[in-house]
């Protein structure tokens, strides 16, 4: 059995990580830093601090996106590799009870946010002629999580991004790739009620959440040269939760 997981060196390489302070966000940052790459945490609770790579972003709102993108580019030159993470789930409630507010900004931040930020970068990221786009979608956009319509329906907006996407940039050296993870281990989980919870661990051959760690590791491959023939693709991590 081996005993480590997989090397990757990112020395030289800029990322910017959206919803990058805590749970799966700060996983892959923490990832990215150990493997020698500069990042800028984009996150609506991060510090205004571009010397210690964090701003406050909210990436719903193109104006808080654009003076990120301006501070970025000044401060690191370049951007290689963009993650697309910030996310948020919102009550789990059905649909008759569903705030409409509640339902427009889950929405905002986890499909136009991803839209936002990426059409901001993209000028940058085909300027270098190699690029790594990755968006954390879920498998809830797969399958339909009941009770979970608003989260649903903007993970599967973000998976059809992620493929329409891929295919238009696919000749400028710029990848683009999905991760669709199952429940995994942050405080997202906190924000859903524990039947809710019970109910996706149930589904799970592995009885298990997956570990925001395991979710980096996925992301470091895409954002790899290990990665060469794979956009617009979506990758479940899933504990062999994923039927299609």
Not at 10 to 19: E, L, M, N, R, S
Not at 40 to 68: C, N
Not at 228 to 244: E, K, P
Request: one cysteine or more; hydrophobic letters at 45%.
């Amino acid at each position: 059995m081996p005993s480590q997981c997989a090397s990757y060196r990112f020395d030289g390489c800029t990322a910017v990580v959206t919803g990058g302070s805590l749970g799966i966000g700060a996983a892959i940052v923490d990832a990215y830093r150990r493997a020698g790459a500069s990042v800028m945490v984009w996150d609506l609770a991060a510090k205004d601090d571009v010397a210690s790579g964090t701003l406050t972003v909210d990436v719903a709102d193109p104006i808080s996106v654009d003076r990120a993108a301006d501070a970025t580019l000044e401060e690191l030159g370049r951007i290689d590799i963009l993650v697309n993470n910030a996310g948020f789930a919102g009550a789990t409630l059905p649909v008759e009870d569903y705030d409409p507010d509640i339902w427009r900004r889950i929405l905002d931040v986890n499909l136009t946010g991803t839209f936002t930020v990426t059409r901001r970068l993209l000028p940058a990221l085909k300027a270098n002629g190699w690029g790594r786009i990755v968006n954390i979608a879920s498998l809830a956009g797969k399958e339909g999580t009941p009770n979970a319509a608003a989260y649903s329906a903007s993970k599967a907006g973000v998976i059809a991004l992620t493929k329409s996407l891929g295919k238009e940039l696919a000749g400028t050296g710029v990848l683009v790739n999905a991760i669709a993870p199952a429940a995994v281990h942050t405080t997202l989980l906190d924000q859903m009620s524990a039947e809710h919870v019970a109910t996706m661990l149930a589904k799970s051959p592995m009885r298990r959440v997956g570990e925001p760690e395991e979710v980096a590791e996925m992301v470091l491959w895409l954002s790899s040269n290990s990665c060469s023939f794979n956009t617009g693709a979506v990758f479940d991590l899933s504990g062999g939760r994923a039927t299609y």
